[in-house]
């Protein structure tokens, strides 16, 4: 008689393992990227500012024509944003087509920028930025040493000319602007319940 009880926890407990490794799988494939301190002024939400900053560059690309330094941060928010929103749990509430819309958004600006297909988001976000630094520096052969690795196979002065002539690339538009929009709805909803805006608390 006391068969069923003992079935019913094997059940139970297997359904807790199965759970566990969903959620242990639940991390993007080349892993979590961050961005670095300089990513935003002051103590403005990096995330968020990522948000805003790609809605307008790649809604607008010749806003950073001629500013390969300005470009270049677009596009590494971009790369950070590409595994954070659809992972991060601060961003559970946000639909899940911007997931979609992402990787659609990024198989397409990466051809376009010259970053190899296959490289994780943490190293590309990292050049990008070191490269953004040395040219507003006024050292782009500095920058052009920077883009030279193997994640930017066309090299550092093509990657360079292909960031100061960003073309209008559609489906990262519509994957930045719709991760605006839902930060925005996001926004709303807490305030409607009487929270600020902000997404929720960090990845944990």
Not at 2 to 13: C, H, K, N, W, Y
Not at 117 to 141: K, M
Not at 188 to 199: F, H, K, L, S
């Amino acid at each position: 008689m006391a068969t069923r009880p003992i079935a019913r926890r094997t059940v139970v407990l297997a359904s807790l393992a199965l759970a566990g490794c969903v959620a242990a799988g639940n991390v993007p494939p080349g892993g979590y990227a961050t961005l670095p301190a300089d990513a935003v002024v002051g103590a403005g939400d990096p995330t968020r500012a990522a948000i805003i900053n790609t809605a307008y560059v790649f809604g607008n690309p010749a806003s950073v024509a001629g500013r390969p330094d300005a470009a270049a941060r677009a596009v590494a928010n971009f790369e950070y944003l590409a595994v954070e929103l659809p992972y991060g749990p601060r961003w559970r509430g946000f639909s899940p087509l911007v997931a979609t819309e992402f990787a659609q958004g990024q198989a397409e600006l990466r051809p376009a920028i010259g970053i190899a297909p296959n490289a994780p988001a943490q190293p590309v976000v990292d050049a990008l930025f070191a490269a953004s630094r040395a040219l507003q520096a006024g050292d782009r052969a500095a920058a052009e040493r920077i883009l030279s690795s193997p994640i930017f196979p066309a090299g550092g002065a093509a990657t360079l000319q292909r960031l100061a002539a960003l073309p209008m690339l559609p489906r990262a538009n519509a994957a930045t602007s719709l991760a605006a929009s839902e930060m925005d709805r996001q926004d709303r909803q807490q305030q409607d319940r009487g929270g600020g805006a902000g997404g929720g608390g960090g990845r944990s």
